[in-house]
């Protein structure tokens, strides 16, 4: 049986890679052919096809349309994030697609002890709370739940949430310019009501983002957290690697982990495995 296990994974992999082909020559909404002509084409059962398509329809480059087929998944809204100078903080383009919003929640509340404390503001101070569902080119994309004193927005209504970039505004119409922010972004997945919002089946593969922002005076002005699709929010970062001594990082520490990278494969490093204490192994 332990024999069995590894031809198992083996023709999932090159299930998974067909597919893969398939889909990167079609265009959005196009048909890939039925399980029965794919099982005949491969060589692999209904139950190894269907696990393959599963991990595809979950990363959303595959739809599933009952009674009809499966088809290639729409294009993913791509977020670039790159490095805006050399040891400096990301920059961020904006997203691809039309952006608008839903306000489903507009409200001024006291700040509260956990609110106060990232905002640096008095509990008792007031907080204008949003929630709205973003929509891409009409298609709902993400929940987002903004948290801002009511003191640098006087005046701000939820139709001012429904269009436009809200920095934007925050600098036009507020007179804040935003500076800088700090943000943290991890998997998650879909309760009941976010899967309703959003248009996708309960528990299904999310990103949430946390991000603090800070204006020109290092003031924070917003506190955000916020629940995209995993299925079409796609995050590209650029990134650049230091020219030093082969086993030293930009600060000029031994060793060091980048995400994704192996350790021994980064440029300049060639065989070589991390030497810090517990090294770091590389995917399996």
């Not at 595809?56 to 009674?67: D, F, K, P, S």
């Not at 935003?178 to 996708?200: F, K």
Request: proline share 9%.
């Amino acid at each position: 049986m332990s024999g069995e296990r590894p031809r198992g994974a083996v023709k999932r992999t090159r299930v998974r890679d067909h597919l893969r082909d398939l889909v990167e020559a079609r265009s959005p909404g196009e048909p890939i052919p039925s399980e029965r002509v794919l099982c005949e084409e491969l060589g692999v059962s209904r139950p190894t096809l269907r696990a393959a398509v599963d991990e595809l329809v979950a990363t959303g480059l595959l739809v599933r349309e009952h009674g009809r087929g499966m088809f290639v998944a729409p294009e993913k809204v791509v977020q670039e994030m790159a490095m805006a100078s050399e040891g400096s903080a990301f920059s961020v383009p904006r997203a691809a697609g039309s952006w608008a919003g839903r306000v489903l929640e507009f409200e001024t509340v006291p700040a509260g002890a956990r609110l106060g404390r990232r905002l640096r503001i008095s509990p008792a101070a007031k907080l204008t709370r949003i929630a709205r569902l973003r929509l891409v080119d009409g298609e709902p994309m993400a929940i987002e739940h903004l948290h801002v004193p009511a003191a640098l927005v006087p005046g701000l209504q939820p139709a001012d949430m429904e269009s436009g970039d809200f920095y934007d505004l925050l600098r036009e119409r507020h007179g804040v310019r935003v500076r800088e922010a700090v943000q943290s972004i991890e998997p998650t997945v879909t309760n009941e009501s976010e899967s309703r919002l959003l248009g996708v089946p309960v528990l299904s593969p999310a990103l949430l983002f946390e991000r603090l922002t800070s204006d020109a005076g290092g003031r924070p002005v917003e506190y955000v957290h916020s629940v995209y699709r995993g299925d079409r929010y796609r995050i590209v970062s650029r990134i650049a690697f230091d020219d030093g001594p082969s086993g030293t990082t930009a600060e000029g520490r031994s060793g060091g982990h980048h995400p994704g990278i192996p350790p021994g494969d980064l440029p300049g490093r060639p065989g070589g495995r991390s030497t810090t204490t517990g090294d770091v192994q590389p995917p399996a």
